[in-house]
Each structure stands twice: as C-alpha cells, then as structure tokens.
C-alpha cells in the first residue's frame, strides 16, 4: 500500500515558519494503529488523515503518542493541500471531527476556521509545582477548560519561561501560558508534554481557549495573536458568539510517498 503525504508549515507565509504539520489524505480509513505509527514516524506534533464523506470530510490527528480532539494549525494544513494541491474548489470546506464539525474558508492567501468556543474558567486550586515547572517568575491567575490557561503580566514573562518539561510531564496537563501583547493583543506559548510534544509551535487548539478569554477581557472580537515559539506563528482571532474564527497562511514544504 502506498499513502500520499504532504508537509505544510501553517500560521506562517515564510518557510521554516509556523507549525509543520503532516497531511495524509486518504480514500478510506485505516487502522488506527497504522495512523498513530505514522505519526510517530513523522514525529511531527500533529499528522492528520481525513476521508471523504459525501460532500464534506472527516477528519483526525494524532500527536507522535495519542490521538487528540482537536487541532488547528494541521486543519489549516488540511485545508491547504485540499485548495492548492489537491483541486478543490467549493467555498468552504466542512470537517467533521471528534469536536463537531469545523468550517474552513479560503479567502485570498488566508484560511478561516469556525471552530469551538472553549471559554476557561478560573480555578483557585492548581499544582503547586506549576510555577516552578513553567520556569516563570509570577502567575497572575489560572484558568482551564480543556488545557491549563496560565495568565502571566507581561509578554516577557511568556518569552522568557523556561519550563522544566519533565516536571511539566509530571503535572498530567497541557498548559497555555499567554500574556498582552506588544504589537499584538496577546501572546502564547503552549507545551503538551503529556502528548509528546514538549513546546508545539503554533495551536489552533488552544486559541478555543485564548480568543475567549482575551475577547472577554479586552472587551475585543477581532484580534491579533502571536505565539511565542522559536518558528513563531501568526493567528488572527475573532470571537463569534459560541464559536470563534480563527485564520492564518500556510507554506508547502514537501510531498511524499509513503510504502507500507
């Protein structure tokens, strides 16, 4: 059996930007072990597959470890090859995932994306080793829906962090960490340890959550984000009643085959 497989670097228009992710589009489904060993051979943070399923797609990802609920930047890269590469050419694209179904539009050199509102919710009681671990001087608050928000002061209390990723793995959670943002309206940085990847680049996943916490609290619903990653990656953010949009380019870096 062979498979199809594309590279894409999304939420950037540079190459070597952004997060790569691994598209592997498919005719019909295969094993999920098969799936979760190509994502471990990719070792990419996100490879995803999707099957067509009448005039919309079903879609999945995996980390290099487990399978996930839901993630952005390799939805963008999905809709990138789909549009640019494979010839797809209706208005809008309709992913039916495990988080319900998610709305992709090309507009331009831009993917939007109507995905979920996860709005967080403060908790007074987290690990008391999470300070220590995230390697920050101060936390303002936390708050959680899927994933640990973390709310530090400033943008460089998010650029200077330096987690401990072991002790992070210990804590059993994913963890935003986000801050106001310069030349931005916030900054993030986003590390997953638990899922195999120690800091992921740029997460759609976690603007669920960070569109309507900023949204709230800036009294906002068009936004710009930056995540603070070594590729850095660039997200524009709307918040839209219970669900938020957001959009960003991608860069095609490779294709390939591969022979099972």
Not at 6 to 34: H, R
Not at 65 to 75: D, Q, S
Request: glycine fraction near 8%.
């Amino acid at each position: 059996m062979t498979l199809p497989l594309y590279q894409v670097d999304a939420f950037t228009n540079k190459l070597f930007g952004g997060n790569p992710a691994a598209v592997v589009p498919l005719e019909k489904w295969i094993d999920d072990s098969l799936m979760q060993n190509l994502a471990m051979e990719n070792n990419l943070a996100e490879t995803v597959f999707f099957v067509p399923a009448g005039d919309e797609f079903t879609i999945r990802w995996f980390t290099p470890v487990l399978e996930i609920n839901l993630c952005g930047h390799a939805t963008l890269a999905s809709a990138f090859v789909l549009y640019n590469i494979l010839g797809y050419n209706k208005p809008k694209i309709v992913f039916n995932s495990k988080s319900g179904k998610l709305v992709v539009e090309k507009k331009g050199d831009t993917f939007l994306m109507d995905f979920p509102s996860w709005k967080p919710e403060r908790i007074m009681e987290y690990p008391p080793g999470l300070q220590a671990a995230l390697g920050v001087n101060e936390i303002v608050a936390v708050y959680k829906y899927r994933d640990l928000l973390v709310e530090l002061y400033q943008e460089k209390d998010v650029k200077k962090a330096q987690p401990d990723f072991t002790a992070l793995k210990k804590l059993g959670e994913k963890i935003i960490i986000t801050a106001p943002g310069k030349e931005v309206d916030f900054v993030s940085r986003f590390f997953a340890p638990i899922a195999g990847v120690d800091e992921d680049p740029v997460t759609g996943s976690a603007h669920s959550q960070l569109i309507p916490f900023w949204s709230e609290k800036l009294n906002k619903k068009v936004m710009n984000a930056k995540q603070l990653s070594s590729r850095g990656g660039d997200i524009y953010c709307e918040q839209n009643g219970e669900r938020v949009v957001m959009g960003g380019a991608c860069k095609f870096y490779m294709k390939g085959v591969v022979e099972i």
